[in-house]
C-alpha cells in the first residue's frame, strides 16, 4: 500500500475552508510539505512544516501535524475558485538528502 | 535560466523503442531529483543525484531504466525498450543542496507508449 494516504477529492463552495487530510507512515519524516499542482503547470511548494512543530501559520494557509497519529492536514481559509487544484502531501524521509515521499494527491473543486 | 526545464514535453513512442527525457536544473542546484506521476497516482520517486553520482537509484522500476547526470547540471533519463506501463509524466526537480530545501519542480515530460 502506499506510505502516504489522501482522500481523492474534494469539493467546497467559494469562500467556505478547505481541510485536505493526509496520513503518512514513516515516523523518522523529518520535513512534510504540501505541494499544488495546477492544469498544465508544475508542481509548486505552498508551504511545509518541521516534525517537531504541530502548527503552522501562513496567511490563509494552517498546518497542523498530529505526530502521535502521523496526520497532516491543510485549512485553506476563504477558499476561491483559483485554489482549484491537485493538493499533494509529501513526507521527506531521513537521511541526508530531500527524497520526497508523495501521496495520490487530493484534487480539490471550489464552486460558486 | 529561470526554473527547471525538461524536453520534450510530450513523446510518443511506440512499445520496443528507447526514449530519452532531459532536465535542465537551475544553474547551481546541486540536487537533481527525478519522479514519475502515473495516471491517479501520486509522485513517485525514481532517482536522486548530488552533483554527478546517484547516491539513491533505488526508485528506477527495472534495469531499463537508468540516468546519467554531467557537468553537474544536465541530467537524461532513458528508458530501454519502452513498455506501456512506462505511460507517465516524467517530472524532474532541482534544488540547493541535498538537504532540507525546496525542490523545484520542471514542467514535466508526458510520454506515452503505445
Known amino acids: 500500500g502506499e506510505d502516504v494516504e489522501q482522500s481523492l477529492f474534494l469539493s467546497v463552495r467559494e469562500g467556505d475552508s478547505s481541510v485536505i487530510n493526509c496520513t503518512y507512515t514513516?515516523?523518522?519524516?523529518?520535513?512534510l510539505y504540501w505541494y499544488k499542482q495546477e492544469p498544465g503547470a508544475g508542481l509548486q511548494l505552498l508551504t511545509y512544516?518541521?516534525?517537531?512543530?504541530d502548527m503552522k501559520q501562513d496567511q490563509r494557509l494552517t498546518v497542523l501535524l498530529n505526530k502521535k497519529d502521523k496526520h497532516l492536514s491543510l485549512r485553506i481559509a476563504d477558499t476561491q475558485t483559483g485554489d482549484s487544484a491537485i493538493y499533494f502531501c509529501?513526507?521527506?524521509?531521513?537521511?541526508?538528502?530531500?527524497?520526497?515521499?508523495f501521496g495520490a494527491g487530493t484534487r480539490l473543486a471550489v464552486h460558486p | 535560466g529561470a526554473g527547471v526545464s525538461q524536453s520534450p514535453s510530450n513523446k510518443v513512442t511506440e512499445k520496443g523503442k528507447d526514449v530519452e527525457l532531459r532536465c535542465d536544473p537551475i544553474s547551481g542546484h546541486t540536487a537533481l531529483y527525478w519522479y514519475r506521476q502515473s495516471l491517479g497516482q501520486g509522485l513517485e520517486f525514481l532517482i536522486y543525484?548530488?552533483?554527478?553520482?546517484?547516491?539513491?537509484k533505488s526508485g528506477l522500476p527495472s534495469d531499463r531504466f537508468s540516468a546519467e547526470r554531467t557537468g553537474g547540471s544536465v541530467s537524461t533519463l532513458t528508458i530501454q525498450r519502452t513498455q506501456q506501463e512506462d505511460s507517465a509524466v516524467y517530472l524532474c526537480?532541482?534544488?540547493?543542496?541535498?538537504?532540507?530545501?525546496?525542490?523545484?519542480f520542471g514542467p514535466g515530460t508526458r510520454l506515452t507508449v503505445l
Open positions: 514513516d515516523s523518522s519524516s523529518t520535513y
Open positions: 543525484f548530488q552533483g554527478n553520482s546517484a547516491p539513491d
Open positions: 509529501a513526507e521527506s524521509r531521513a537521511g541526508g538528502y530531500n527524497k520526497l515521499i
Open positions: 526537480a532541482s534544488s540547493r543542496t541535498g538537504t532540507h530545501n525546496e525542490q523545484f
Open positions: 512544516i518541521f516534525s517537531n512543530m
